[in-house]
């Protein structure tokens, strides 16, 4: 069975590109009807952020990424914290140690720091001298028995032959064993393992058939297949997903920029579109047929609007790019849009908004009357395909909630671009026809009432459409006057009118 694993450090809050790594091991595990599991990597406690594991997990639960074993679903696997796993990898370390390929070191920090600068001193790409590689048993037992503190290193003079490099994404890399520290360490004095060690040992251990990952760790990848090597085990596949770059070209890390999924979460983005988004960064060719009765698959463009289950059907590791990819936010709002769109074809899905929207609402107009779940649900039906994210909501039409400010410069330029004599005929004929149908009601009724009121003025559309579109929100674009008459009904709207008459009679 196909079986991968998403193992994020608690150093902080999810980022977007460890959410998209999920995703991709979430999209290839479902498409191969597989499992993937959580493993939570926190043999570095130093760097420990308390609540980082929670918000991990409540930020793929919202993304709907569901993971089949890990905190909270025991299974076959665990434990799924590392730092419940240290007997494993010390019986591992132990094996590497008695078959040769690696050796306890004694050397202090700060006796490693001089090598290292003397090493760099003489023009050598070496980073130790290994001088405790040469210690007889005898004196690693003595010294071991004494209490002093040790690392163990990978002997790199006693390797097996190497595994070709090879990744699903990057296929045939160049051998970059010379760019790896010289013995690299596995076990750390504190007898926690390095990332190496640990990740190695578990995803045999736990039976990943697949690793997908970060492009950071292609330097690594070399290490990792030596140990593999060295422990006579089979690894895994390799899928390196190139990283993911802020708008300005700079790396997107956790340091900088807001790339925290808390912030997206926070800012009323739609998890069906970020998932869409995230998915598409970088899916940009299509594999080749495995044969020439398989016809080839396009990649879908990088505004396509999917679900998560269209994206399952469709993914291709093979079909991603081996370029980095900038993180364009015209997309998302493209893509947030679209989805909103989708959920407010059926009246429960735009109650469901308004529900997501309704303390927004409240919290932006304290005072105002009129934020029921049902009423904001008929605003937001009126604004649909104006909303590009939910919390826009409150700030697009916020007429519905309370009065007009005719004083705001956007409604003082249309109150000017209109005579006073114009003004009054548009609203003192809406308001007659209007109260003669106070029962009114339904956008397509409205139209016609509001049409016949301009016909018998003998205004232009325009003139009268602006003159009621003033009185009625102050702002130049909005729903159409049936619309927003329907949302606020005949008689607030004709106590609207007749405010605005009065406030506005001595302009011109």
């Given amino acids: 069975m196909v079986l991968l694993r998403f193992a994020p450090s608690p150093t902080g809050a999810l980022h977007l590109g460890g ?23 926190d043999t570095d406690a130093t760097r420990y952020v308390p609540g980082a594991v929670d918000g991990i997990r409540s930020a793929l639960a919202w993304a709907g990424l569901s993971y089949d074993f890990g905190p909270g679903l025991d299974g076959p696997h665990g434990p799924y914290y590392q730092s419940e796993r240290l007997d494993l990898y010390h019986s591992y370390t132990r094996r590497l140690l008695e078959s040769g390929h690696a050796y306890r070191c004694f050397c202090s920090p700060d006796k490693l720091a001089s090598t290292r600068e003397r090493l760099a001193r003489t023009g050598s790409n070496a980073t130790y001298d290994k001088a405790c590689l040469h210690l007889t048993e005898e004196e690693v037992a003595r010294r071991v028995r004494a209490g002093e503190k040790s690392i163990v290193r990978l002997n790199d003079d006693n390797l097996p032959e190497r595994i070709p490099t090879h990744d699903i994404i990057f296929g045939s890399l160049r051998d970059a064993h010379a760019s790896l520290p010289t013995d690299p360490v596995l076990l750390k004095s504190d007898l926690f393992p390095t990332y190496h060690l640990a990740s190695v040992v578990d995803d045999h251990e736990m039976g990943i058939t697949h690793v997908v990952r970060g492009e950071e760790w292609l330097p690594s990848l070399p290490l990792h297949l030596d140990l593999y090597s060295c422990l006579s085990i089979k690894p895994p596949q390799f899928a390196h997903l190139p990283i993911l770059l802020n708008p300005d070209g700079s790396k997107m890390s956790k340091r900088k920029g807001d790339v925290a999924v808390l912030s997206f979460m ?13 998915a598409l960064a970088g899916w940009g060719q299509s594999p080749q047929p495995s044969s020439e009765s398989t016809p080839a698959t396009h990649a879908p463009d990088s505004t396509t609007v999917m679900t998560l289950q269209e994206l399952i059907e469709q993914f291709e590791l093979a079909s991603l790019t081996h370029r980095r990819h900038i993180l364009d936010p015209v997309k998302l709002e493209y893509l947030n849009k679209h989805h909103l769109m989708r959920s407010w074809k059926s009246d429960q899905g735009t109650l469901s908004l308004a529900h997501r929207v309704h303390d927004l609402v409240r919290a932006s107009f304290p005072s105002s009357q009129h934020t029921t ?27 519905f909630y309370i009065d007009p400010d005719y004083g705001a410069p956007e409604a003082q330029f249309m109150r000017r671009s209109l005579s006073t004599d114009d003004y009054r005929r548009a609203l003192d004929a809406a308001v007659h026809h209007l109260m003669a149908q106070p029962d009114a009601c339904g956008v397509a009724d409205l139209g016609i009432i509001v049409h016949r009121a301009c016909d018998e003025t003998g205004l232009k559309q325009k003139i009268f459409m602006t003159a009621l579109r003033h009185a009625l929100s102050g702002m130049k674009s909005g729903p159409s ?16 009118l007749k405010g605005a008459l009065v406030a506005n009679s001595s302009t011109d």
């Fill in 19 to 41: 959410l998209r790594t999920a995703l991709y091991n979430h999209l290839f595990a479902k498409k191969h009807r597989g499992k993937w599991i959580l493993r939570i990597e």
């Fill in 266 to 278: 926070r800012r009323g983005w739609e998890p069906e579109a970020m998932i869409n988004w995230l």
């Fill in 373 to 399: 779940l049902e009423y904001i649900a008929k605003v937001i039906h009126v604004l649909q395909g104006r909303i590009t994210n939910i919390n826009d909501v409150p700030g697009l039409a916020p007429y």
């Fill in 481 to 496: 006057i049936p619309e927003i008459i329907d949302v606020l009904g005949v008689e607030r709207m004709i106590s609207r």
